[in-house]
């Protein structure tokens, strides 16, 4: 197991307390950047005239990315209806090449939000793209949207973590029967439901801290200090984002017993949107 390295901050903010987004295409570093303009180039060939713009979000943007522990995270805005299977079916063989092509990624997504959605006041985008957005192609919209400070508008993961946690248990359960001889992708999994997990950790604790990160060592250790009976478990979370396990069986024991806690505490502390 690899150390666990103290690494990550806390968001800046201004005079009046917003958020600063600290994004920009120069913190993009190698190896990153060829993974950026191919994932670019890759949307806008199969997007087409549906693409109004394109966003990169998390660590990369940021410069903070780490080779064999990060993922590229991107955000689409489409213009008109769209069914999102069928764009999803167009980018899932850019992102298995991508991920080909770029080992050192664990894994590369692409939301796909409606241009019209974007303008809603409850859209969660608004805050995602206006504080944590880099636009890499098309209209920068974050011009329009209103700024923020920490607060429930940065929620992300917590109220999705009960539907995220019941995907991965069951993509768990199927594992050996779709993948037999290929772990790799239920470490990419176990990633993915990790990271969630310690985020959606400091996510019950952000409005009384009033501060804002996505970086996994600050979230984990903020949300030890409220709850250090959970500290352990919260650190194996840690530790499983940062490297993940291909063990089946102890995820899903993990997942049943510490993912159930987390999801129940939401329910008890986070208000839902409407």
């Given at each position: ?226 709850f250090p009976a959970q500290e352990p478990l919260m650190r194996k ?38």
């Open positions: 197991m690899n150390p666990i390295r103290k690494l990550g901050r806390w968001m800046a903010t201004d005079a009046e307390g917003y958020l600063i987004n600290e994004c920009s295409w120069e913190k993009i570093q190698p190896p990153w950047l060829n993974l950026v303009c191919d994932l670019r180039d890759g949307c806008v060939n199969q997007l087409g005239d549906r693409l109004h713009s394109l966003y990169l979000r998390g660590s990369v943007p940021r410069g903070l990315a780490i080779p064999a522990v990060s993922d590229l995270d991107s955000v689409a805005l489409l213009l008109g209806e769209f069914e999102p299977d069928h764009l999803e079916a167009l980018l899932k063989p850019l992102r298995t090449a991508l991920m080909q092509r770029y080992p050192f990624c664990l894994k590369v997504e692409t939301a796909l939000v409606s241009a019209v959605e974007i303008q809603a006041p409850t859209s969660q985008w608004q805050a995602t793209l206006q504080t944590q957005g880099l636009c890499i192609y098309g209209e920068d919209v974050r011009s329009h949207l209103p700024r923020f400070k920490p607060g429930a508008a940065l929620i992300n993961h917590a109220f999705d973590l009960a539907d995220d946690l019941a995907d991965t248990q069951t993509f768990l359960r199927q594992a050996s029967a779709d993948y037999p001889h290929d772990n790799a992708h239920i470490k990419a999994q176990c990633g993915w439901i990790a990271r969630r997990m310690v985020r959606t950790g400091f996510e019950l604790v952000m409005a009384t801290e009033g501060t804002f990160t996505r970086d996994l060592y600050p979230c984990y250790e903020c949300f030890a200090r409220y979370a840690l530790e499983l984002a940062i490297q993940p396990s291909d063990n089946r069986e102890g995820l899903l024991m993990f997942l049943s017993h510490f993912g159930a806690w987390l999801v129940e505490r939401v329910d008890a502390t986070l208000e839902r949107p409407d």
